[in-house]
């Protein structure tokens, strides 16, 4: 787990699954969600790593929210949950309007292809289902 001095409440909030936290942040004004933390994480990205669904769900809910920001290594929400297989994450990010299955990091490895490694095929699947997700992209 990467721990960072410069994270946000609502970033620690996204990390950790805290829904109630998270309502309560996101209805202040003030709060912008795409903040990025010292290593280049926003609260999505957070809560998309730890299959914090009900978290991403909010996030997403809310207009401002770039769900293809990356992380210091152009690590994506998508990828992160695609490496670590989570399924229902994964989906529900797919079905985001704007999301791009084929950004790859810096080291020109996509979504599909962290996905290739995780615990389950399916997650695997359902990129390859999104019409966008370049099987031959490294």
């Known amino acids: 787990m990467v721990e960072s ?29 795409n903040l990025t933390d010292e290593v ?9 790593e730890r299959c914090h669904f009900g978290v991403v ?10 769900p293809n920001i990356p992380d210091n290594i152009g690590r994506t929400p998508l990828s992160r949950a695609a490496e670590e297989g989570h399924d229902d994450v994964v989906q529900l990010l797919l079905a985001q309007e704007g999301v791009n299955p084929d950004i790859p990091d810096y080291y020109g490895k996509t979504p599909l292809w962290w996905a290739s490694f995780a615990p389950n095929k399916r997650t695997a699947n359902l990129l390859q289902a999104r019409q966008a997700a370049n099987p031959d992209a490294v």
């Open 57 to 66: 769900q909010l996030l997403l809910g809310c207009e401002d929210v770039n």
């Open 5 to 33: 001095k410069k994270r946000t409440p609502l970033s620690w909030a996204a990390g950790e699954g805290h829904d109630e936290v998270m309502k309560l942040l996101l209805g202040c004004q003030k709060v912008n969600p």
């Open 40 to 48: 280049g994480r926003t609260p999505l990205l957070w809560a998309a």
